[in-house]
Nanobody, 122 residues
Framework: QVQLVESGGGLVQAGGSLRLSCAASGSIFSINRMGWYRQAPGKQRELVASITSGGIINYADSAKGRFTISRDNAKNTVYLQMNSLKPEDTAVYYC????????????????WGQGAQVTVSS
């Protein structure tokens, strides 16, 4: 089994910062992509940022210039540093990983964390 465990959410005032962490554990051979998505009340889940094992990064327009994604491949952990937070950043943030559980079948599995609440007050 594979687990993604998130930490670092919370309540912050507008203009403040938070750092989210997500550690993957379990039966993992390799992790290709890791990323963060968010879902605000009444809205669809949307990509915030993603990073591949080779370091290719993609940001949503709303995150560019304010959020930074990084990963520690040795620890199977991805981070999201969020600065200059705005009330519209309020959402549940979900960690996502695309990974292989073994070397021989070539199947990439998609896993999600349980979600971390981020609330930004005005």
């Amino acid at each position: 089994q594979v687990q993604l465990v998130e930490s670092g959410g919370g309540l912050v005032q507008a203009g403040g910062s938070l750092r989210l962490s997500c550690a993957a554990s379990g039966s993992i051979f390799s992790i290709n992509r890791m990323g963060w998505y968010r879902q605000a009340p009444g809205k669809q889940r949307e990509l915030v940022a993603s990073i591949t094992s080779g370091g290719i990064i993609n940001y949503a327009d709303s995150a560019k210039g304010r959020f930074t994604i990084s990963r520690d491949n040795a620890k199977n952990t991805v981070y999201l540093q969020m600065n200059s937070l705005k009330p519209e950043d309020t959402a549940v943030y979900y960690c996502n990983a695309g990974l292989k559980r073994n070397w021989y079948d070539g199947i990439e599995y998609d896993y999600w964390g349980q979600g971390a609440q981020v609330t930004v007050s005005s």
